[in-house]
């Protein structure tokens, strides 16, 4: 189809035109970043946590008042909780991956008086952890019962540099053990914490997830031998089959306070659930932005058609003529079609431009990656679709125009 | 000539439903997302004590050691036990307050209520007078209490509702973490929003159930919330010692000017010199002294979020804009013949230029009215969704006005173009064409 017409008609309403371009240049741009937008939002809520998510639930607990006998209390708690029926596993622990709510984190150095420390990495520790949260030992071995140190007898001697009764042993997930000796063996090497503490590397253990601030690396975890108590904010961590795990949960906790009723319930919940608050605010936001890019796709249509219906009513005239001069419908439904086409043409191209240039405003406040090419294509397809398919009623009607409306006068 | 004017403009949007429909659902979009993303951005980032939030400061300091030294760098954003501690016993300050944030258990006397967890607020007695805190019942404590470690409490309005059903609780006792605490007073209506002086606890919505003084808190062992930040062999326990490398305590502090204000700041630096000669600063005097705002801004308390939705919200309305502009465009060029009748007949271009604003106008009003309840709507939703400002996201007086005059400007300068355009028309040659 020959374009030339289409342009002349296009050059005799510049304004209306360039306004219609504008506007598919700037939707184009806003709907290529508000993708990319939602897909990193999807992407983070799909960060595996490493351990058996549909298989685990938490109990903790607040306390009232001082309780000398908490240790004796832990072994007990942990010792019935694993004598309920369907219960596979049970750990206290100090955190939980992917929970925001962080409670241990540590700075790794490679050497002693190091100036700036290596990699911040979340720190764990607890009874039973590894098996019961189901994180793979890749390499290495558990801690041996010997080498657990109270978090009471640890934090003291941590405080007064006593090196004794401070933990010798660490498990390192692959994500760290990666990231400090690319390409080797990790196993039997030392690391420093605070004011040069020594441990060694006895495991590397599969990829564990941070409990929050996942820019700081998501997996960067390492695990300490140190037992802790509900009393020092740790929590019951207990393992299931998923089909039970509501029913366990019940009687779980049912069990332990029937141990000591003098203890408030502070979480209750299974992992998934965890997991499902944990990421609350990142599905707001791209519900949030499914809805602006809807909105914003429905009034560009809704403009490209009110405009088109405009042009379509003002040359009713002239499609008479040409309708009268042989032409048929086929050829005037097409000429609006191209007529579109080209006007998106444009307004993508444009839209491309200031795509991009969004995305660099975004990379620069708000730590975004590079728009990836792929959305380009993305949102120029889309524009083309919500173009013709805004167009195609009001070029409908213009082809149903009788060629007779050339013989009357207005 | 208005009136004529505004009724012509009736006239004409009447004659073309459709168009007119379109237009209106066009801005009445726009300006619904634009206002609910300003609502909250505006709610988020409101000045939690207007009145005093000039003179209120939080003084920086950097005790840390040469871990990880970066000149230029800030200092942490708390202080430690003993910074805060000497900065307090300094009194350089018309009023200073030392604080944190705790979380203890209450044991109501009535056994219809199960204990529960209140978030408290560990402070010295300066609090009250210095951030204008509000009594309904009783009073604050004083200094005496602090030096006495006393064994009183203040609580919230709310706990006072949902403990003693509203009265005057006064002089009655409250059992916290097992301890009998006597209540001096009763808060009127608190609420601090953004939570301005602890941000390490919830930024907004975090307003405390009970406030008790620092030194009591400290007695009773009370539990610490908020966190730590340690260096050295600092660990990370709960509640850190006293003498720990750990930054874990709000200092603030009233400044009633701007000369004061500069005293305090040379003040901190000479504090830094002096630690350092006394070998517990390792690092050179680096200090901060920042106002409430200021300090809001530096903490970038409103979420990053939140911004990228309102500017998301104006691009959105930008884009309905240019629609409007293209479709109004359509529309005043159709009207060619019965404009160009008008000029023929004597109307100064002007007066046509006024006649079309007007017609954009009156969109823009029904888009601004359609609008607002969108932006209800909007705010609904926003209202639901989990994050802990939510329940503030309301419309307030102001900015319902904004909502209308925002519609009615938007839709005039989205007018300006066609009507400058169609009053610019030969009337000869439209007649002509007739």
Known sequence: MDIRPILS????????????ILQIALTCAIVCNGVFLINQRLQRMDIPSGIADHELSQIKFAYIGDRPDAYAQAQTDLATLRQIAGVQAAALVNQLPLSGYSMSN??????????????????????????????????????????????KTALPALHSDDMKNLPHTVIIDQAVAVRLWPGQNALGKAIYFGNDIPMQVVGVSSPLARPDSLQMGAQNSIVFPIRLTATEGGSYVIRTTTGDREQVLKSALAALKRLDPNRIVLERRTYDELRHEYFQDDRAMAGMLVGVIAALLIVTALGIAGLASFW??????????????????????????????????????????????????????????????????????????????????????????????????? | MFGYYFDLALRSLRR?????ALMVLAIALGIGASMTT?????????????????????????????????????PPDRVTWIDGMNLLQAKRADRQALMTGGSVAIQPAQSALDPFYETARYTTADFFPMFGVPFQYGHAWGTPEDAASAAVVVISGKLNDKLFGGRDSSGRMLRVEGRALRIIGVLGDWRPNPHFYDLNLKSYGGDEGVYLPLSTSQDLHL????????????????????????????????????????????????????????????????VRLRNLMQWLDYEQVVPGDVRLQTWLALGFLLVCLVNTVGLMLAKFLRRSAELGVR???????????????MESGVVGLAGGLGGLLLAYLGLWLVRRQPADYAPLAHLDGAMLVMTLVLAVVASLLAGVLPAWRACHITPALQLKSN
């Not at chain 1, 005799?12 to 035109?17: E, G, N, P, S, Y």
């Open chain 2, 16 to 20: 073309n439903k459709a168009l007119t």
């Open chain 1, 106 to 151: 540590s700075g790794i150095k490679l050497r002693p008086q190091q100036q700036r420390t290596s990699l911040e990495v979340a720190s764990y520790y607890g009874q039973n952890l590894l098996a019961t949260l189901g994180v793979r030992l890749i390499s290495g071995r558990d801690f041996q019962p010997d080498e657990l140190v109270d978090l």
């Open chain 2, 223 to 286: 539990a610490h919330l908020g966190g730590a930040d340690c260096w050295g062999n600092g660990g990370d326990g709960a509640t850190p010692a006293h003498t720990a490398p750990c930054v874990w305590m709000q200092f603030w502090v009233q400044l009633d000017t701007p000369t004061q204000a500069t005293a305090y700041r040379q003040f901190l630096i000479h504090y830094s010199q002096e630690q350092k000669s006394l070998g517990r600063f390792q690092r050179p005097p680096n």
């Open chain 1, 9 to 20: 008609t296009l050059h005799r309403h510049k304004i209306t035109a360039c306004l219609l």
């Open chain 2, 343 to 357: 000029r023929a007949l004597g109307a100064s271009r002007r007066a046509l230029f006024m006649q079309l604003l």
């Open chain 1, 312 to 410: 379509v009513g003002q040359r009713r005239r002239a499609i008479g003529v040409r309708r009268a001069l042989g032409a048929t419908r086929g050829n005037i439904l097409h000429y609006f079609q191209t007529e579109n086409f080209l006007l998106a043409t444009i307004g993508i191209a444009l839209g491309m431009v200031l795509a991009y240039g969004i995305n660099l405003l975004l990379m620069l406040h708000y730590e975004l990656p590079r728009l990836p090419v792929i959305y380009f294509p993305v949102g120029a397809i889309a524009l083309w679709l919500i173009g013709q398919l805004a167009v195609l009623g009001p070029a409908l009607r213009a082809a149903a125009v009788p060629p007779v409306v050339a013989m009357r006068s207005v």
């Open chain 2, 38 to 74: 300003l609502t909250v951005l505006h709610v988020l980032s409101g000045d939690p004590l207007p009145g005093r939030s000039s003179t209120l400061y939080a003084p920086q300091l950097d005790p840390r050691d040469m871990g990880d030294y970066q000149p230029h760098g800030e």
